[in-house]
């Protein structure tokens, strides 16, 4: 079954407390992606990468972290830094970056308290 | 900088009316444009690509057309089910390369 993994579905922590979502891709996708979602709203896109080992920001990359070390891995990691952890977060990929459709994952809710 | 807007942002039909979904966009400059589907808490379906150079792209019960020179995009859905309730976003890609900019979507109900 081809597709889009992200784990987990719900993840709650404490203030101050780094932590790391997983995305995995089977596709063989080149480019992968993250964004965030809050309640009622479009997308917002936070990091990107269209190859291994390379990846630039999004709109809103303050206090989020990302690493490419695998084709088929894109962890997100939101740190202290960043001011409104609370969200829903999609992952998503495409066969290149060059304007192909995107493929998204189930996403994961994150509550910080 | 690209600005997506979909409004309404909620619609309610009953079951069997077609359903019209707008999406304005304010460069005009786009490469193509896409729509999705979300279910409550899940993530998104792609369910059409709409290429700068097309008016319009179909599949089944739904039919997305293109209007570049307008800013605008809708997305039909013929003979609406209750199945079909969700919110309908969309997403303008600028370049081929570029990152997509998401309207903030149309919640719809449809009532059996």
């Known amino acids: 079954d081809g597709g889009i993994t992200q784990s987990p579905k719900y993840l709650f922590r404490k203030e101050g407390q780094n932590v790391t979502l997983s995305c995995e891709q089977n596709?063989?996708?080149?480019?992968m992606y993250w964004y965030r979602q809050d309640p009622g709203q479009g997308l917002r896109l936070i990091y990107y990468?269209?190859?291994?080992?390379?990846?630039q920001k999004g709109d809103i990359a303050e206090g989020y972290s990302v690493s490419r070390e695998k084709k088929e891995s894109f962890p997100l990691t939101v740190t202290s830094a960043q001011k409104n952890p609370t969200a829903f977060y999609l992952c998503?990929?495409?066969?290149?970056?060059?304007?192909?459709?995107?493929?998204f994952g189930p996403g994961t809710r994150l509550t910080v308290t | 900088k690209q600005e997506v807007t979909q409004i309404p942002a909620a619609l309610s039909v009953p079951e069997g009316e077609n359903l019209v979904l707008n999406c304005s966009f304010t460069?005009?400059?786009?490469?193509?444009l896409q729509w999705f589907r979300q279910d409550p808490g899940k993530g998104l379906t792609s369910l059409l690509l709409?290429?700068?150079?097309?008016r319009e792209q179909t599949s089944g019960r739904l039919n997305a057309s293109l209007d570049k020179s307008s800013g605008r995009s809708t997305l039909y859905i013929a003979a609406s089910q209750p199945g079909d309730s969700a919110t309908y976003l969309c997403?303008?890609?600028?370049?081929?390369?570029?990152?997509?900019?998401f309207g903030g979507g149309t919640r719809v109900l449809v009532k059996p």
């Open positions: 460069d005009s400059a786009i490469y193509n």
């Open positions: 709409i290429q700068s150079s097309q």
């Open positions: 997403a303008a890609r600028r370049a081929a390369g570029n990152k997509l900019t």
């Open positions: 998503a990929s495409s066969i290149s970056p060059l304007g192909y459709e995107q493929y």
């Open positions: 990468s269209q190859i291994v080992n390379d990846f």
């Open positions: 596709l063989n996708h080149d480019a």
